[in-house]
Nanobody
Framework: QVQLVESGGGLVQAGGSLRLSCAAS????????MHWFRQAPGKEREILAA????????YYQDSVKGRFTISRDNAKNTVYLQMHSLKPEDTAVYYC?????WGQGTQVTVSS
């Protein structure tokens, strides 16, 4: 059974940084594009970033370009989201996704 477990969320002041991790089990992530999404209260879930299996291609939503970096370590079966220059509008639950599988999410709260 595939499980994705996000961690690294928390409360941070505006301008701060966090690094999220998504550890997979039950299937190797090495064959798959991995994604990070987020969902803010009252809003739809939105895609933030994606990275292909070999880390040669990445995608970022415009609002996080230059501030967020997605990376992966296939040997550790883990994908990361490094977040810098955080803003209050980045407050949301952050999820990773592989194929049809979702993690449970980790809360990121950015105070002004």
């Amino acid at each position: 059974q595939v499980q994705l477990v996000e961690s690294g969320g928390g409360l941070v002041q505006a301008g701060g940084s966090l690094r999220l991790s998504c550890a997979a089990s039950g299937r190797a992530i090495s064959d798959y594009t991995m994604h990070w999404f987020r969902q803010a209260p009252g809003k739809e879930r939105e895609i933030l970033a994606a990275i292909n299996w070999s880390s040669t291609n990445t995608y970022y939503q415009d609002s996080v370009k230059g501030r967020f970096t997605i990376s992966r370590d296939n040997a550790k079966n883990t994908v990361y989201l490094q977040m810098h220059s955080l803003k209050p509008e980045d407050t949301a639950v952050y999820y990773c996704k592989m194929e049809s599988f979702w993690g449970q999410g980790t809360q990121v709260t950015v105070s002004s």
